[in-house]
């Protein structure tokens, strides 16, 4: 059976996360202050990761963080510190509140010498989380690896949980009709960020929210032969309502990023179940470069 590319990459996520936490301290110096105003930007999978970071470092009290999409950034706030994340380094949207911002900035990124650098104040080199894969899976998890370990976590406990992860059985998850990703707090950014691999490696129909605002419509969706997939704790009640409406129900212990990997596993499952390639996702390429 073929193994993709992302299948590889993404197997190599304990070690790369073990890789992060002993690479930080050589990095430290150049992430936020404590207090400090930051906004983090990024784009696709690197937008999703700054605003899981901006929901760990509020809720660690670190700081008020705002995030953006680089398109949509925000000219006339007043920051402290702007964190880009970018994978490739060439992300125009990004390089674009590089030129336009004087805002001291940190860009995390896995191309030394890549154009975001040049614009930058501090550039965090993450070499080693580098993927050839398009879809992104362990860059993207290092990279808010880092900055969660910034922030006071202890990166080992998502690395032993992410074997845990890669071990798993899928159970019938590959085979559903749709997935609704929930999340509360940080992690509704990987419940977006789970719904986009599903999109980018298997053209899949998946939604995400915010546990809570699932109630307010979207749930009407849920049904037998989908599923809810829930990042982070689950309200009791929340949890009898999924269940009445007969869709499989994901739910998991497991550190939420280590739970992500589920759902990496998941999408390309589904791509292979659909006979896609992952690693030629539809209309993707690895950054998207606007002329
Ligand atoms: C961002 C990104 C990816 C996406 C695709 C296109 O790239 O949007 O999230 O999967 O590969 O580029 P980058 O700025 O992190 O390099």
Known sequence: MTQYICEKELATQPAIWRQTAEFLPSVAHMLPAHGAKVAAVGCGSSWFMSQAYAGV????????????????????RKYDHLVVITRSGTTTEVIDVLKKSSIPSTVITA????????????SIIMEFADEESVVQTRWATAALGLLRAHNGFDLEIAAKDAEIALASDLGGLANVEQISFLGTGWTIALAQEAGLKTREAAQFWSEAYPAFDYRH???????????????GPLDAKLEKEILATGAL???????????????????????????????????LSRSIILS
């Not at 470092?57 to 006339?76: I, M, P, Q, V």
């Not at 419509?217 to 829930?230: K, T």
């Not at 212990?253 to 996702?281: C, F, N, W, Y």
């Open 57 to 76: 470092r509020e809720s660690a009290g670190n700081g008020e963080t705002d995030f953006y999409a680089g398109s949509e950034f925000n000219y006339d």
């Open 111 to 122: 191309v030394a010498g890549s154009p975001v650098t040049e614009h930058a104040t501090h």
């Open 217 to 231: 419509g979207p749930m009407s969706i849920a049904q037998e032969g989908r599923a809810v997939w829930v990042f």
């Open 249 to 283: 129900l994901e739910k998991s212990s497991l550190d939420p990023m280590a739970h992500l990997i589920r759902a990496q596993r998941t999408a390309i499952e589904i791509a292979k179940v659909k006979g896609l390639d992952p690693d030629h996702p539809r209309g």
